[in-house]
């Protein structure tokens, strides 16, 4: 793998105690696209759409992650960065990827974090980069999510380094 700086996006059923991953999108910071997937769910049935735009019935026919995750996994271990908003890696442990100790994991809702309250979103961090999210989640897929965090990512570095050149 040349690039080994990649961007993943998760989504998850919710509630918290139950959380299946039913999307996840990985990418190289170049915009290619190495993963992109749904999966159907092992004990979760239900859960709020609006939240993620994915609908339980939209899962139905998909197949389980476990079918995916040495994929996934052989995909991590080849990164030296992971770039991700709002990451927990504690899912993708629950559901058997590891990511490696020595991988550096950059979330950027870390250093976009103004007041810690439901205004830190992704729609939030693209409208101040610039990034036409498109506004009716149900559309919106995991590359739109990849490539997001992608761009605003490429922005925040292009910002920090004009601060450090100043």
Not at 117 to 136: A, K, V
Request: proline fraction near 3%.
């Amino acid at each position: 793998m040349k690039n080994r700086e990649l961007v993943y996006w998760v989504d998850l059923t919710g509630p918290a105690a139950l959380d299946e991953i039913v999307r996840l999108t990985i990418m190289d910071t170049n915009d290619n696209v190495l993963f992109n997937q749904k999966f159907s769910t092992e004990m979760v049935d239900w859960w709020y759409s609006d939240l993620n735009g994915i609908r339980p019935e939209d899962t139905y026919n998909e197949r389980l992650f476990e079918d995916y995750k040495n994929k996934i996994q052989k995909t991590f271990n080849n990164a030296r960065r992971l770039i991700t908003f709002n990451s927990s890696t504690f899912f993708l442990n629950k559901q058997g990827v590891i990511i490696p100790t020595n991988t550096i994991l950059e979330d950027l809702a870390d250093p976009f974090r103004v007041a810690g309250d439901e205004n830190d979103t992704i729609d939030s961090l693209c409208t101040y980069y610039g990034y036409d999210l498109p506004n009716n989640i149900y559309s919106r897929t995991g590359i739109n999510y990849v490539r997001a965090v992608n761009y605003c990512w490429h922005e925040m570095n292009r910002y920090r380094q004009a601060q450090e050149n100043k």
